[in-house]
Every structure is written in C-alpha cells, then in structure tokens.
T-cell receptor, first 113, second 113 residues
Framework: GAVVSQHPSWVICKSGTSVKIECRSL??????MFWYRQFPKQSLMLMAT?????????EQGVEKDKFLINHASLTLSTLTVTSAHPEDSSFYIC?????????FGPGTRLTVL | AQSVTQLDSQVPVFEEAPVELRCNYS??????LFWYVQYPNQGLQLLLK??????LVESINGFEAEFNKSQTSFHLRKPSVHISDTAEYFC???????????FGKGTRLHILP
C-alpha cells in the first residue's frame, strides 16, 4: 500500500517552455501533498505544500508564479514549471501524506536546454 | 522540529559488517521520526518510522532504529550489511500534528566488497 507515482520520470525541454509534472497517490487519498526539489548529492528542499481544494503554500524563496501547483483531487497534484530556464534543471520529487507519514514518488528529472 | 543532524555524510563499511548511521534532532515538542532510503536516480522509500509505542522499530530488510528521547536521537543500525544496501539514507522528523517533515542532509552508505 501507500504507492505514489509521478509522470513523467524524465523530461527534456527548451528554455522558455512550460513543463507539467503529475503526482498521484494510487491506493490512498491524500489531502496534503508536497513538492520537493533535490540537487545532486544534496538533501530534499521543500518547495510547497499542496492541499486539495485550496491554494498551495510555498516555502520562502520559491516563486509561486513560476512553480504552479494544482491539487484538483485527493489523488492528484500537478506542478507546472513555467517559462523554464536551465537553472530549473533538477530532480523534482512529490510526496503524499497518509496517517502522519509521507510517501514519495519516484521523482522526475527535468533538463532544460 | 527545528533541525535534524546526520553527522556522517559518508559511511564506508565492509560487506557483512555491522553499521550504525547516526541521527540527532532538536525540537521543542513531541515528534515523529523516520528513516528513508534513496537508491540512485530514484525517489525516497520509507524504511521505518516511529510514531508511538515501542521505541525500537524494525524494517523488513533487517534495519532497526531506536528512539532515545533523552538523547534526542534515532540512530539506524543493521547487524550485517549487504552490497544491495548501498544507498543514501535520510533521517527525518516531524512535529506531532504537523504534516511537514524536516530532513537531515543524508548519509551515503558505501558497502565495500
């Protein structure tokens, strides 16, 4: 149980385009989902907390207009990187909360050319 | 929780030898504690967690961790490691009642043949 999927697993895009990443909880409903960013050989950096049916809460320093988060249902949250630039290249990981525990997706590697 | 400290960034250990990965935290309230494992280019997998009850918790693959409230520690141990245990291990803490978790910087477990 407690499986979280992400799609796509990797994506390459041109600078200036937008990319959408999906995060789904497959066998449980998640009122709260989280989006993280991970740089090579570093820990996870929380970007935002996504609550179903309400606006996401962004961490300090994260541009909410650049990283658009939508949590349309109890099993789906999306992160859209708008007008992507090479510095947005990173590993993006989502998690879904169930019974005080976060379960993580497999991650999405974004490369912006 | 205010912080999580994993003092060792890397731990080399011979195969079949025991290992301990250290984790200390600071918090002014009661906490939940987690260990996650990350294999290369993958998301995080929950290894074990302490929510309440017995302070010694075990995973299905032989790892165990003990919550020590007086020392604010949650060290991870395994009596005999296998080459497949090579991965990055993250200790994480959340305040009871808070969905957010704080991660340590991670410890890379390097198994030597």
């Amino acid at each position: 149980g407690a499986v979280v999927s992400q799609h796509p697993s990797w994506v390459i895009c041109k600078s200036g385009t937008s990319v959408k990443i999906e995060c789904r909880s497959l066998d449980f409903q998640a009122t709260t989902m989280f989006w993280y960013r991970q740089f090579p050989k570093q820990s996870l950096m929380l970007m935002a907390t996504s609550n179903e049916g309400s606006k996401a809460t962004y961490e300090q320093g994260v541009e909410k207009d650049k990283f658009l988060i939508n949590h349309a249902s109890l099993t789906l949250s999306t992160l859209t990187v708008t007008s992507a630039h090479p510095e947005d290249s990173s590993f993006y990981i989502c998690s879904a909360s169930d019974a005080y525990t976060q379960y993580f997706g497999p991650g999405t590697r974004l490369t912006v050319l | 929780a205010q912080s999580v400290t994993q003092l060792d960034s890397q731990v080399p250990v011979f195969e079949e030898a025991p290992v301990e990965l250290r984790c200390n935290y600071s918090s002014s309230v009661s906490v939940y504690l987690f260990w996650y494992v990350q294999y290369p280019n993958q998301g995080l997998q929950l290894l074990l967690k302490y929510l309440s009850g017995s302070t010694l918790v075990e995973s299905i693959n032989g790892f165990e961790a003990e919550f020590n409230k007086s020392q604010t520690s949650f060290h991870l141990r395994k009596p005999s490691v296998h080459i497949s245990d090579t991965a990055e291990y993250f200790c994480a803490v959340s305040d009871i009642g808070d969905d957010k978790i704080i991660f340590g910087k991670g410890t890379r477990l390097h198994i030597l043949p």
